[in-house]
Structure formats: structure tokens, C-alpha cells
């Protein structure tokens, strides 16, 4: 298509909607004609933006919302052209990829574009190009392809994508009612130890969001004691107020959590993970996944149990089975009142005599908590550090393109006074100033925006501990209800021991024996000995929790070690070369104005 202004704002056949692109790459140049005597006003960039009720401002403050796409070596781009370091146009994240036609770019004047790749964003790319490229040699797996996908730590077992939303339609609870639900499509390639270093085949299956409540479920019960990330919420409000953007949200967010359970040296070796991952059709019908399931309790079953087991007709002692696992998944109910009241004994009356170690846990515990605190803090430090520095690159946009504006204007003023008057001169010298001023501009617009995509990434780290942070409090205190549970068990043992030597003693001293005292020795004696079997299996528990959260403790202090230091060295690197950039940017332009040398000492006296 022909284009009459190199500024101008020309229609597609198909009426789609120009865009002005500030990407790192040089924009296709349109062919150039004479320019008209008369341009029309439509013909202005910044009008059009202006009318069509979408300024850049808007454009720069969705970039939080969209994901940062990396540029793929240039033998392997396609057809389409290089991809942005960042989102640049007024795009909106949808659920699913729809198919949008590619904007074109133009020129600003005959011999100069909006910022060439090797100048202003481009020199980020080596930074987190580096960055990206440590990342995945340390966890294996890519980088995100959605917001909150953050890196993983260790090494992951398994490369995992959860993609393609489909909306299904099954029945209901109600009779002749049916529900709606979502299901994603996990895709998993074992890789790693667990594949002898090759990458296996690819399985691809069909999981929706209560499977993956079953999966934390699950491993709550038989990881107890790791530090285990959290899943996702449920967000009811939010699906239910029909947002757009929830099933992309949340699609990101479980491809994030499987990949943290992936990177999770014992969890991603677990075999509830590979069923959940490999089982084919529903998981709930798997064979394979019903076997993992542990014994679990209702809480009605233990309202109807209750009854008997306070007049006596059904046992109130824990088998093994119960006393390893927390008194929450059991249908005890009569063990929850007395580890509550051992609990509230043990706070207000009398405080139990802790090991060494175990009070260094506990005060661990506490420390987790404040530093949970101190992250939330720095964490809503960091985000309204991105948003002001998204605002900076913001008005740096507009500035620039306002500057833009300026000097077409002075070019047609200059046009119609004269090539040769005075006030033509003095139009044009006015409109080349203003043009190498809003160039300038929007390339420190495009330069911040670099930086602030970079800074993010940086403080990945900052995010994943605090998100992890619930779970090492969970973690530790599910060693505390180990230690209570066995404390409760200890203390009713010591009671019925106490009461089946007084009923044994008090049969000896009868001449001839106490039938009826002596079935109720040996009742007590045989909930003597269950209990001793409950105890020892309730102190095994409790000390494999311990050693597990020792354990954590000291793998997730290496890893906070690691990454909190990469954090330091690639924020610091990224605000060190948008410094330096920034700096030789506006250096050229004033070198341009003849104020090059009262730059350089001024920069001079400064350092």
C-alpha cells in the first residue's frame, strides 16, 4: 500500500486498525510518496490514538497484565517477524490465543525509525537472555508462558505445559440440573534421573481443577513434613463474576504449581505425582490413584461414632494407623477433644518440657512467620516500584509522541510559509529539534519498559518465597501435631496404667478375687498395650516429620541463599544498564544541541 506521509495513518483493505509498534526490532518501511499539499488531519498518529479512546497510557499500564515473550534467534523467526521483548501494543490478554492480524510499523522520517534494535531495548537482551539461560540450567524447566509462571527451584523430574482450556458440560448433583467445568491439557516428559538422562515420550492428559485438590490433598497426608507449595485458590468470586481473564489466570497458575511440585526433590519422585500426570481418562476412576489414597475419616462418621465411644461400646483408643496420621483427617472425634485439651493445658496451665531441638523448631517456626511478614512488605514494595516505573515509561511515550506531533506540525507550518522564508527556515529548524527530542523519547519510553519486563523477572524470587511461605508454617506445624498427638496418647496411657494397677490391686487384697474387677484389669490392660502400639507408632510418626522438616529447613536456606543472590546480581545489572543506556541516549541528543561537553562534566562532577 502506498503511503502518502511517512506519518500518516493509512487504512488497511480490510479496515484493521493500524498500530504504531515501539518493539526492539526496525519496523517494515512503507513506500514513500511526495508528501500532499494539504495533509488531512486524520493523517496525525496521535489523533487517531486520540480519537479512538486508546492512548498509550493504557497501552503501557496492561503490561503487567501480559506475558513477556522472548525473541527467537533470527534463523529460526517465522514469517511473521521477530517477537517484542515486551508487549507494545494495545493488545488484550484473552483466555485462549485467537488469531489477531499483525500490525505494521512506520517510519518516523525518510532516514530515521523509532529506535533500532541494537540501540535501546536490545541491549537487555543479554541480561535476561543470560539469566533465562541460568534458570533452566538450574531447574530444567522453560520459561513462563503466562503471568505468575515463575522459575522453579532444583531440578525438575518432569518439562510440564497445562494448555487448551475446554469448557464441558456434565451433570449436576441436583437431579435435572447440569454443571459446568473446566479441563486443562497437562502435558509431561519425564527427563532427569527417573529417565536415565533421555527424555521419554511425551503424555498428554485431561485434568480439571479438582484433581488438582485431590493432588495437594494427597500429598498433604503422604508428604507430611515437606515443604510442599501450595496450590492455587479456588477464586469462586472471580469465576462466578465471569472475568475474562480467570481460566488464563488460573491455567498459568497450575502450570506453575505443577512445576514447583516437579522441582521438589522427594515430591517429584513420588508416585502421586506420576499417576496424576500419566493416568489416563478421569483420575478419580484410576485404579492406580484409588490405591494411593490413605484411610480417611468423615466427620460424620465421627458424630455417629461419638456416642458409643463415650458409654463404652465402641473403642476410644487410636490404632497405628490413626496415631501417624493429624487428628483433622480421622473420624475421631473424642481424640480431637483431647488433643484440644491437651493443647490448651499445655498453653494456659502447664507448658510441656520441650527437647532442645524441638524448641529451636519452634522458634524457627516463629521466625518463618515474621519473615513471612517482612517478604509481604518488600513483595508490595517491589510491585508499586514496577507500576511507577511503568508510569515512567508511560509519560516518556507520550512525551515523545507529543514531541512527534510537534514537529509534523512545524513541517506542514513550514510548508505553507516557504521553503526559503525565514519563517520556514526557522519551522523546519523548530521541527528537527522536536523530532530528535520525541525520537529520543520514546526510545527511553521502550528502554524503561525493557527494564521494568527485566526488573520483574529479577524479583521472581522475592514472589516464590513468599507464596511458599504458608506452607513451611503448615510444614513445621504439622510436626507440633505429631508431637501433641503423641503427648495425648502418652498421657491417656499413663491414666488407664494408673487405673488398671488400682483395680488390680484392689482385687488382690479380696480373698478369693473380684471376677468382674479382674475383666475389667484385662480390658484395661488390652487398651493398655494398644496404646503403647499407638504411641510408638504416634513417636516414629513424629520423628520422621522432624527429620523431614529438618531436612527442608536446610535445603531451602541453600536454595534462598542462591536465589536471593541471583535476585541482587540481575536487578543490579538491569538498572546498571538502563542507567548506562539512558545516559548515552540523552548524551547523543545533547551532544545534537551543542551541550555535549557541559554533559560530560557535569556527569563528571557528579562521580
Known amino acids: 500500500m502506498d503511503v502518502a506521509d511517512p506519518l500518516r495513518f493509512g487504512q488497511e483493505e480490510d479496515n484493521v486498525e493500524d498500530e504504531v509498534l515501539l518493539s526492539d526490532e526496525p519496523p517494515a518501511r512503507a513506500p514513500v510518496a511526495p508528501p500532499p499539499a494539504a495533509p488531512a488531519a486524520a493523517s496525525d498518529p496521535l489523533s487517531l490514538v486520540a480519537e479512538s479512546?486508546?492512548?498509550?497510557?493504557?497501552?503501557?499500564?496492561?503490561?503487567?497484565?501480559?506475558?513477556?515473550?522472548?525473541?527467537?534467534?533470527?534463523?529460526?523467526?517465522?514469517?511473521?517477524?521477530?517477537?517484542?521483548?515486551?508487549?507494545?501494543?494495545?493488545?488484550?490478554?484473552?483466555?485462549?490465543?485467537?488469531?489477531?492480524?499483525?500490525?505494521?510499523?512506520?517510519?518516523?522520517?525518510?532516514?530515521?525509525?523509532?529506535?533500532?534494535?541494537?540501540?535501546?531495548?536490545?541491549?537487555?537482551?543479554?541480561?535476561?537472555?543470560?539469566?533465562?539461560?541460568?534458570?533452566?540450567?538450574?531447574?530444567?524447566?522453560?520459561?513462563?508462558?503466562?503471568?505468575?509462571?515463575?522459575?522453579?527451584?532444583?531440578?525438575?523430574?518432569?518439562?510440564?505445559?497445562?494448555?487448551?482450556?475446554?469448557?464441558?458440560?456434565?451433570?449436576?448433583?441436583?437431579?435435572?440440573?447440569?454443571?459446568?467445568?473446566?479441563?486443562?491439557?497437562?502435558?509431561?516428559?519425564?527427563?532427569?534421573?527417573?529417565?536415565?538422562?533421555?527424555?521419554?515420550?511425551?503424555?498428554?492428559?485431561?485434568?480439571?481443577?479438582?484433581?488438582?485438590?485431590?493432588?495437594?490433598?494427597?500429598?498433604?497426608?503422604?508428604?507430611?513434613?515437606?515443604?510442599?507449595?501450595?496450590?492455587?485458590?479456588?477464586?469462586?468470586?472471580?469465576?462466578?463474576?465471569?472475568?475474562?481473564?480467570?481460566?488464563?489466570?488460573?491455567?498459568?497458575e497450575l502450570e506453575r504449581y505443577l512445576r514447583k511440585l516437579a522441582a521438589h526433590p522427594v515430591v517429584a519422585r513420588g508416585e502421586e505425582l506420576r499417576v496424576f500426570l500419566e493416568a489416563e481418562g478421569s483420575l478419580s476412576s484410576s485404579l492406580a490413584w484409588q490405591q494411593l489414597q490413605p484411610a480417611r475419616g468423615s466427620l460424620l462418621e465421627g458424630i455417629g461414632r461419638l456416642p458409643r465411644q463415650l458409654i463404652g461400646s465402641d473403642s476410644s483408643v487410636p490404632s497405628t494407623v490413626e496415631a501417624q496420621q493429624n487428628v483433622r483427617n480421622t473420624s475421631d472425634l473424642l481424640r480431637r477433644f483431647r488433643e484440644l485439651g491437651e493443647r490448651m493445658r499445655q498453653e494456659y496451665k502447664a507448658p510441656p518440657v520441650l527437647g532442645e531441638e524441638e524448641a529451636r523448631l519452634r522458634e524457627r517456626r516463629v521466625g518463618v512467620e515474621d519473615y513471612a511478614e517482612k517478604l509481604a512488605a518488600a513483595s508490595r514494595r517491589a510491585e508499586k516500584m514496577v507500576k511507577e516505573f511503568e508510569e515512567l515509561g508511560a509519560v516518556m511515550g507520550d512525551l515523545g509522541l507529543s514531541f512527534v506531533k510537534l514537529a509534523k506540525y512545524e513541517e506542514e507550518e513550514g510548508a505553507k510559509c516557504g521553503q526559503y522564508t525565514e519563517l520556514g527556515v526557522g519551522a523546519r529548524a523548530v521541527a528537527a529539534s522536536a523530532h530528535r527530542v520525541g525520537i529520543a523519547a520514546v526510545r527511553h519510553s521502550r528502554l524503561a519498559r525493557a527494564a521494568n519486563v527485566g526488573a520483574m523477572e529479577a524479583l521472581e524470587p522475592l514472589h516464590d518465597e513468599l507464596a511458599m511461605s504458608p506452607a513451611v508454617v503448615a510444614a513445621l506445624r504439622e510436626r507440633e501435631a505429631a508431637l501433641l498427638t503423641a503427648q495425648s496418647i502418652e498421657e491417656d496411657l499413663g491414666k488407664r496404667q494408673a487405673a488398671a494397677a488400682a483395680l488390680d490391686e484392689a482385687g488382690a487384697r479380696r480373698v478369693g478375687g473380684d471376677a468382674a474387677k479382674a475383666r475389667k484389669v484385662a480390658a484395661l490392660q488390652n487398651e493398655v498395650a494398644a496404646l503403647q502400639a499407638a504411641h510408638e507408632a504416634a513417636q516414629q510418626e513424629y520423628e520422621r516429620v522432624r527429620e523431614r522438616n529438618l531436612q527442608e529447613l536446610e535445603r531451602t536456606r541453600q536454595e534462598r541463599t542462591a536465589e536471593f543472590g541471583r535476585l541482587v546480581r540481575q536487578f543490579g545489572q538491569v538498572n546498571a544498564e538502563y542507567g548506562q543506556r539512558a545516559i548515552e541516549l540523552w548524551r547523543a541528543v545533547a551532544e545534537d544541541f551543542g551541550a555535549g561537553a557541559q554533559v560530560d562534566a557535569q556527569l563528571r562532577a557528579q562521580t
Not at 492428559?205 to 497426608?221: E, G, N, S, Y
Open 53 to 252: 479512546g486508546a492512548g498509550y497510557r493504557d497501552t503501557y499500564a496492561s503490561l503487567a497484565s501480559q506475558p513477556v515473550h522472548r525473541e527467537a534467534p533470527r534463523g529460526q523467526q517465522g514469517a511473521a517477524g521477530p517477537t517484542p521483548l515486551a508487549a507494545a501494543g494495545p493488545a488484550t490478554a484473552t483466555p485462549t490465543a485467537q488469531p489477531r492480524p499483525q500490525p505494521r510499523s512506520y517510519a518516523l522520517d525518510d532516514s530515521e525509525e523509532i529506535g533500532p534494535a541494537s540501540s535501546d531495548a536490545g541491549f537487555l537482551r543479554a541480561t535476561s537472555s543470560a539469566a533465562a539461560r541460568s534458570r533452566v540450567a538450574g531447574n530444567g524447566a522453560a520459561s513462563t508462558s503466562g503471568p505468575g509462571a515463575g522459575s522453579s527451584r532444583g531440578t525438575p523430574q518432569y518439562h510440564i505445559t497445562v494448555s487448551d482450556p475446554v469448557r464441558r458440560i456434565g451433570d449436576s448433583v441436583i437431579p435435572g440440573f447440569t454443571s459446568t467445568h473446566t479441563e486443562y491439557l497437562v502435558a509431561s516428559t519425564a527427563v532427569g534421573e527417573g529417565a536415565g538422562g533421555r527424555e521419554r515420550r511425551r503424555i498428554e492428559v485431561r485434568r480439571r481443577f479438582k484433581d488438582f485438590v485431590a493432588l495437594a490433598d494427597l500429598l498433604a497426608v503422604t508428604q507430611r513434613g515437606y515443604f510442599v507449595f501450595p496450590r492455587p485458590d479456588k477464586n469462586t468470586l472471580d469465576q462466578q463474576l465471569g472475568k475474562s481473564d480467570f481460566v488464563e489466570l488460573r491455567r498459568a
